[in-house]
């Protein structure tokens, strides 16, 4: 079962998006879940986004009819290879599933929350922050001109 997004959360996903543009952060691929929360997430913050199935929860189950995706193990080495992979210059944008960050790095995460890594080939992806909406809105109010 999909849950639809929330008024507040559609509130914070226009704010980050709103504060990034502020921040003046350049992204040029935004990916996402194919469930509808994840995806009205990315278009409201950021205008766009390219379904990618490696973002899918774990107790995932296709509509009949259509095709499963691959296992979620291999979604979980799919993303982690993602995020070892440096792409110079450019931000990606990934709106999945707490769940997903608690699999792949143990990681707990707060709703709206934001993992911040930068792209390492060898160890993998570096953790280099950890935003809740609240943090977004509060880092571009500090840019604007008083």
Known sequence: MQYRLTEAGRADARAIG????????PVVKVLASPYCRAMDIARLAFGRAERWDA???????????????????????ALKQFLTT???????????????ASDAWGLAMEPGEALIFRAEARGGPLLVARVLPAGWTSAADAQRPR
């Open 18 to 25: 709103a504060a990034i543009r502020v921040l003046d952060i």
């Open 86 to 100: 440096p792409i110079q210059g450019a931000n990606v944008v990934l709106v999945t599933h707490s769940g997903i």
């Open 55 to 77: 973002l899918l929860p774990p107790p995932y189950v296709p509509i009949p009819g259509h095709a499963a995706p691959m296992s979620y193990p291999r979604r979980l080495d």
